[in-house]
């Protein structure tokens, strides 16, 4: 099971329609599939269930605020999973796609996660450290190694306890990008807060017996949003994919193209456009070809 | 008509590529503006840089912008990463 961070410091780069297309795709192609949505702004919970039902059904008890909340004692992970509708039927075979949904509240459980730190001697600080950061690594344990293929994570735009709970379980950091000026400043800001989190946690680590390091990698940088002229991106935004591939970064070959017609609407309809749109084989086919670079270098 | 001119044509007078690597090398943007000063380049050699670099520019753009652009894209970028990932911030 492989289980990749999906973040960007700066918001409104294609996060989301990043993670439900490549989820999406993935699961089509038989692979078992968890997504967890940790933005408190639940775009990817609102990309396969409609607000309405997930007021009723999941809010309440069901979404990963419950799992970050100090009552959790009382619930299993498992019990947070569900699978969206709307995208079954879209899936064959042995994959799957399932979600843990997020809360428009989570955003408060910072606040909660941040008292729980410090503490009366600097052991005891470590310790309070690695267990606020360690909470989703419980989570995961919990549903046994094989489980899925794949977790996918989406995180939000900052680094707070929740996102450091995210790079810490996981294997990989994915970072969509826009070409632009400041989203590609938000990639050095999350490397550099990245390296951080790595040593922070790694040092709290060696101070308690059981507790393993972590050891996230930058699977690389994708291009969304990408305009194209005559078949390669608008030249006002090649400088900014040159420098990132020059930073020593990993990038990913294939891009995201930006189609409003296409993306704008579809988490409306419950199901990623790689797995609807089979009229626009051209967008379909780019999704499919960052797919196939991703199940390369992650799955096989 | 396109007047700008190509890299064979202005050869004889610039290196562009020997130019973009000189700069490449450069740990300041002032030791590239001191640089490109003392080549003394005319705009239409400014501009096969720019280029070679692969870096957009307009035709309205002044003499300086262009030496700002050539210089954002091959010291800029590097000093502004190293700044945000700097331990000091």
């Given at each position: 099971m492989k289980i990749i961070s999906v973040i960007n410091?700066?918001?409104?780069?294609g996060k989301t329609t990043l993670t439900a297309n490549l989820a999406g795709e993935l699961a089509c192609r038989g692979y078992k599939v968890l997504m967890i949505d940790l933005d408190p702004q639940a775009s990817l919970t609102f990309s396969f269930v409609k607000p309405n039902d997930w007021r009723k059904t999941l809010a309440p008890s069901k979404t990963i605020k419950n799992w970050f909340t100090?009552?959790?004692?009382?619930?299993?992970?498992?019990?947070?999973i569900f699978e969206p509708e709307?995208?079954?039927?879209?899936i064959s075979g042995d994959g799957l796609l399932h979600l843990i949904a997020s809360h428009?509240?989570?955003?408060?459980v910072d606040l909660e996660l941040a008292a729980q730190l410090g503490g009366a001697n600097l052991r005891q600080a470590k310790q309070n450290f690695i267990t606020t950061h360690s909470r989703l690594i419980e989570g995961i344990e919990q549903l046994g190694k094989n489980s899925y293929d794949l977790i996918l994570i989406d995180c939000p735009p900052n680094f707070n306890i929740v996102t450091k709970n995210a790079i810490a379980a996981g294997d990989y950091v994915l970072i969509p990008a826009k070409p632009d000026y400041l989203s590609t400043m938000g990639v050095d800001y999350l490397r550099k807060s990245l390296d951080r989190l790595v040593t922070d946690y790694n040092e709290c680590a060696?101070?308690?017996?059981?507790t393993e390091g972590i050891h996230p990698k930058v699977l690389g940088v994708v291009f969304t949003m990408v305009q194209f002229y005559r078949g390669v991106p608008i030249s006002a935004t090649r400088p900014f994919i040159a420098q990132t591939k020059k930073l020593q970064i990993p990038v990913f070959e294939s891009y995201i193209r930006e189609n409003k017609t296409l993306f704008a609407d579809a988490p409306l309809y419950g199901v990623p456009v790689v797995l609807t749109n089979s009229s626009r084989a051209d967008i379909v086919g780019e999704i499919e070809t960052f797919v196939d670079e991703f199940e390369h270098k992650v799955l096989l | 008509m396109n007047n700008i001119p190509c890299l064979h044509e202005i050869r004889s007078t610039i290196d562009a590529e020997s130019v973009a690597d000189a700069l490449c090398q450069m740990n300041t943007c002032e030791e590239g503006e001191l640089f490109l000063l003392s080549k003394h380049l005319k705009r239409a050699e400014l501009e096969v840089i720019a280029r070679g670099l692969d870096i957009p520019f307009q035709k309205r753009d002044r003499t300086d912008r262009l030496k700002d652009k050539i210089i954002e894209g091959t010291i800029g970028f590097r000093l502004r990463s190293q700044a945000i990932r700097s331990n000091s911030i």
């Open positions: 410091y700066k918001g409104g780069v100090p009552d959790k004692g009382t619930i299993k992970f498992n019990d947070l709307a995208v079954k039927e879209h428009l509240d989570l955003i408060n060696t101070a308690g017996e059981d | -």
